[in-house]
């Protein structure tokens, strides 16, 4: 990789220009009135201020786990000197950096109310519990958010960095900045998997501090994983309905995706399975009583979409070939996963707010609609601001004539 390379492009595939700058200002005023109907809404319900920072921790959640997910999709390329993916890990490197702006300083609001979400917070139920006293050292403001500074650290700085090194390529044509990022990605890696599993423990396992789970990380990361793969299907589909990349990338490249929503269904059933499994096999109170929670009342059949919703019937739909190959069937599917990341991250959330009832309400669509449109108009202003493909890496021709066997 020591040769400079270039391949010609179609130069009307790979620039959104002013298509994302127009994007960018609607999702931005979606995003505004979702977040002027929440606090609505709020100042209108009784406790409705903590109803609402409940909504928006779980709407948060699902956002940053896109974001999470494209961080790592692009680590893993690099990592793995992945050929087929070139001509669509820039959508992946615009994803990215939208955990550094704006999902950290959309933390700001969680950080200010702690105490209306998270038991450990009151001193007086801390001190009489000896549990949380034992916990007291991890599970205490100052600490949590130090905690929450360095997550962000780490995610912002990694993603801007892979970000600006990929531009910069394609300027300067330089092969050794291939290297460079491949040999980042390792470290990259392990930053990621360690903070990524900390925030899980941090953020949600801890809504409910008498139980624990040290698989909990891995479940929730397979989550972040899966819902990128799904959204990055998403995202090339809606690129090319504006007629970009649409002869760069081919049905090959969506098998791939597909392949990659398959596998990590399949593996986020696996880690759900074995944690439930040794817990109910155990059959320990202070391990039942997060399931117990979810198992109850409405929540049962909120539990039951899930598993037949998250796995079986995406299972069996995505496992043809022709189903990966054509784009309105994976489409359909990748919409779907979206969805259902978003009922996953709910129900790991919710259950400790609202034990035995699922208190979907409007608000949860306002603080959707609010973080979801500036997540969304982030991640257009960077789609806009470079080239859709990194046009002078050495392995994009690979990725062109890429084919499945």
């Given at each position: 990789?020591?040769?400079?390379?270039?391949?010609?492009?179609?130069?009307?595939?790979?620039?959104?220009?002013?298509?994302?700058?127009?994007?960018?200002?609607?999702?931005?005023?979606?995003?505004?009135?979702?977040?002027?109907?929440?606090?609505?809404?709020?100042?209108?319900?009784?406790?409705?201020?903590?109803?609402?920072?409940?909504?928006?921790?779980?709407?948060?959640?699902?956002?940053?786990?896109?974001?999470?997910?494209?961080?790592?999709?692009?680590?893993?390329?690099?990592?793995?000197?992945?050929?087929?993916?070139?001509?669509?890990?820039?959508?992946?490197?615009?994803?990215?950096?939208?955990?550094?702006?704006?999902?950290?300083?959309?933390?700001?609001?969680?950080?200010?109310?702690?105490s209306r979400i998270y038991p450990w917070?009151?001193?007086?139920?801390?001190?009489?519990?000896?549990?949380?006293?034992?916990?007291?050292?991890?599970?205490?403001?100052?600490?949590?958010?130090?905690?929450?500074?360095?997550?962000?650290?780490?995610?912002?700085?990694?993603?801007?960095?892979?970000?600006?090194?990929?531009?910069?390529?394609?300027?300067?044509?330089?092969?050794?900045?291939?290297?460079?990022?491949?040999?980042?990605?390792?470290?990259?890696?392990?930053?990621?998997?360690?903070?990524?599993?900390?925030?899980?423990?941090?953020?949600?396992?801890?809504?409910?501090?008498?139980?624990?789970?040290?698989?909990?990380?891995?479940?929730?990361?397979?989550?972040?994983?899966?819902?990128?793969?799904?959204?990055?299907?998403?995202?090339?589909?809606?690129?090319?309905?504006?007629?970009?990349?649409?002869?760069?990338?081919?049905?090959?490249?969506?098998?791939?995706?597909?392949?990659?929503?398959?596998?990590?269904?399949?593996?986020?059933?696996?880690?759900?399975?074995?944690?439930?499994?040794?817990?109910?096999?155990?059959?320990?109170?202070?391990?039942?009583?997060?399931?117990?929670?979810?198992?109850?009342?409405?929540?049962?059949?909120?539990?039951?979409?899930?598993?037949?919703?998250?796995?079986l019937v995406p299972f069996l739909a995505?496992?043809?070939?022709?189903?990966?190959?054509?784009?309105?069937?994976?489409?359909?599917?990748?919409?779907?996963?979206?969805?259902?990341?978003?009922?996953?991250?709910?129900?790991?959330?919710?259950?400790?707010?609202?034990?035995?009832?699922?208190?979907?309400?409007l608000m949860d669509a306002a603080t959707?609609?609010?973080?979801?449109?500036?997540?969304?108009?982030?991640?257009?202003?960077?789609?806009?601001?470079?080239?859709?493909?990194?046009?002078?890496?050495?392995?994009?021709?690979?990725?062109?004539?890429?084919?499945?066997?």
């Amino acid at each position: 990789m020591s040769v400079r390379t270039f391949v010609e492009l179609p130069q009307d595939e790979l620039s959104l220009g002013r298509t994302a700058r127009t994007a960018s200002v609607a999702l931005l005023a979606v995003g505004l009135a979702g977040g002027l109907l929440a606090a609505g809404l709020a100042a209108a319900t009784p406790d409705g201020w903590t109803r609402l920072l409940w909504s928006y921790l779980a709407s948060f959640v699902f956002f940053l786990s896109l974001g999470l997910g494209a961080l790592f999709f692009v680590l893993v390329q690099h990592a793995t000197r992945a050929g087929w993916s070139v001509v669509v890990r820039r959508l992946a490197e615009s994803v990215a950096p939208s955990l550094l702006f704006p999902m950290a300083p959309l933390a700001v609001p969680i950080l200010l109310g702690l105490s209306r979400i998270y038991p450990w917070t009151d001193a007086a139920a801390v001190a009489a519990d000896p549990l949380m006293r034992a916990k007291a050292a991890w599970l205490n403001v100052p600490f949590f958010t130090v905690r929450t500074g360095v997550y962000f650290a780490v995610w912002g700085g990694l993603s801007v960095w892979f970000l600006r090194r990929s531009v910069a390529q394609d300027r300067s044509g330089e092969p050794r900045i291939t290297q460079h990022l491949e040999t980042a990605s390792t470290a990259g890696l392990v930053l990621f998997a360690l903070s990524t599993t900390f925030f899980a423990f941090d953020y949600l396992m801890s809504l409910t501090p008498h139980w624990a789970s040290t698989i909990f990380g891995v479940y929730f990361f397979a989550g972040c994983a899966l819902a990128f793969f799904a959204l990055l299907t998403v995202v090339v589909l809606a690129v090319q309905g504006t007629g970009r990349l649409r002869t760069l990338v081919s049905a090959e490249h969506y098998h791939d995706m597909g392949k990659l929503v398959f596998a990590f269904i399949v593996f986020w059933a696996y880690i759900g399975f074995s944690q439930y499994m040794l817990m109910w096999y155990a059959n320990l109170p202070e391990e039942t009583i997060w399931y117990r929670a979810r198992q109850t009342g409405s929540w049962t059949r909120w539990s039951l979409f899930l598993l037949f919703g998250h796995f079986l019937v995406p299972f069996l739909a995505l496992m043809s070939r022709a189903v990966k190959r054509r784009r309105a069937l994976i489409a359909a599917g990748a919409g779907w996963m979206l969805l259902m990341q978003w009922v996953d991250v709910y129900w790991l959330v919710m259950p400790a707010r609202s034990p035995g009832v699922v208190p979907l309400s409007l608000m949860d669509a306002a603080t959707f609609l609010g973080i979801g449109g500036l997540f969304f108009a982030s991640v257009a202003r960077r789609l806009g601001a470079a080239s859709l493909v990194p046009v002078r890496d050495p392995r994009l021709s690979e990725s062109l004539s890429f084919e499945n066997f």
